[in-house]
């Protein structure tokens, strides 16, 4: 599909993407969007001129804070949606009076456009489902020899975090303080982190409620399932390994969490999917699944020291995930949790076999023995204080891009 927009090339936001976000529109309040090159499009000023008529949607199902409601109406009613953005932009339909009325009424440059964060999180779960930084961190803290927990290839390991605390790309997040032992005390500390770490993610969208009771199939998952986004978990290290025993993260987790604004629709994504990693021993009859479960998703971490240029760290891929997002929810509701719409579950640090695509400093730097040189001469061994933490991922074969944007990040001092 050729668009009458301009789209550069190397754009996240082709017309085979189309994702939604919520945008405040200048003089008009946040309003649900898509985004098609540069541009931004107010979805409720093309409904306003009768593009959705045909599918029933008015122009106050796009006036809305957060796309919750919008999801509820199912990935059906999205895809509607999706295909009818794509014929109105798409070069040659159109009179040319139309092109005119839809570039005054509608579009809007990016940089116009001040975005929220596209969800109202009831609930937030992060897993740990990446079986390379499994390894990693077992071996750091841990014995090498044995460096996953028993458990760790027959479910996939997940925690509750703390929703109020996600926020939107191109927040500002102050250093967090806790309690501390240095290796040279035998009593904590109180003090500001001194490891504060970023976690490569991504997060899947819960798209239908359940009731409490009811179980998701891996067969099923992905009806539940809306789309994904980036998911930056910040970590604070230090904090971490004098608290996460015996119940887990709690302070070094729940400060913030980041998230892109764009959420990418699971049809969208369609053409990039592919296997995961071969699963051994063999998992229990509701986690087994049928087909291509993973997608193809490269993935970069850079940062961008507060005077100098920013630099890429990390590349890695959601291919690399050992368990799957259909198993995830699977496990998450066997039990028969219940899911709400809006419900946001993080992938887990995504880590790639070898250095260079490791999905945190932790690993990246090797516990702080092995420190990243900097273009300004300066090393990381973690986040210092006003850097900037720039999230990108995106999908791409020969015929088509489908991006994510970017998850940003700038860390202030603690107060």
Not at 307 to 320: A, D, F, H, M, T
Not at 371 to 397: A, H, L, W
Request: net charge negative.
């Amino acid at each position: 599909m050729k668009s009458w927009i301009e789209i550069k090339p190397g754009s996240d936001f082709s017309m085979a993407n189309i994702p939604f976000g919520i945008g405040v529109i200048p003089g008009r309040g946040a309003v649900i969007c898509t985004r098609i090159g540069d541009k931004v499009v107010d979805l409720s000023g093309l409904a306003r001129l009768g593009y959705f008529d045909l599918i029933g949607m008015k122009v106050e199902d796009f006036e809305k804070p957060v796309l919750n409601d919008f999801i509820a109406k199912g990935r059906k009613s999205a895809c509607r949606v999706r295909s009818l953005i794509q014929e109105c932009f798409t070069r040659g339909n159109g009179s040319e009076h139309e092109v005119l009325l839809i570039r005054e009424k509608v579009l809007y440059d990016y940089t116009a456009v001040r975005m929220l964060i596209p969800l109202l999180v009831g609930d937030y779960t992060d897993f740990y489902s990446s079986i390379e930084h499994a390894t990693n961190v077992g071996i750091m803290f841990r014995d090498p020899s044995n460096a996953l927990l028993p458990n760790w290839r027959h479910i996939p390991v997940g925690y509750h975090g703390r929703a109020s605390s996600i926020v939107v790309s191109g927040a500002e997040v102050h250093r967090p303080k806790g309690q501390v032992k240095p290796a040279d005390s035998e009593m904590p500390v109180f003090s500001p982190t001194r490891q504060l770490d970023f976690e490569l993610e991504t997060a899947f969208i819960i798209g239908r409620e359940t009731q409490l009771g009811e179980s998701i199939s891996t067969a099923d998952a992905e009806e539940y399932i809306f789309g994904m986004l980036l998911f930056n978990d910040l970590s604070a290290r230090d904090i971490q390994s004098w608290e996460y025993v015996p119940l887990g993260p709690f302070l070094s987790k729940n400060f913030a969490s980041v998230v892109s604004p764009w959420v990418v629709t699971l049809d969208a994504l369609e053409p990039f999917r592919c296997a995961g990693p071969e699963q051994k021993p063999g998992v229990l009859p509701y986690l087994e699944f049928e087909g291509d479960r993973n997608f193809d998703i490269n993935l970069e971490v850079l940062i961008k020291p507060g005077e100098g240029n920013e630099v890429s760290v990390s590349k890695s891929n959601y291919r690399y995930m050992y368990w799957n997002m259909c198993q995830q929810l699977a496990h998450h509701t066997v039990n028969g949790c219940n899911m709400r719409v809006g419900d946001l579950c993080g992938s887990g640090t995504i880590s790639g076999p070898d250095p260079g695509s490791y999905g945190s400093m932790l690993e990246l730097s090797w516990k702080g023995t092995k420190p990243i040189q900097m273009p300004d001469g300066s090393e990381r061994k973690f986040i210092n204080d006003n850097d900037t933490v720039i999230m990108r991922g995106y999908c791409e074969n020969e015929e088509v891009r489908v991006g994510f944007g970017e998850a940003v990040v700038t860390i202030l001092p603690a107060k």
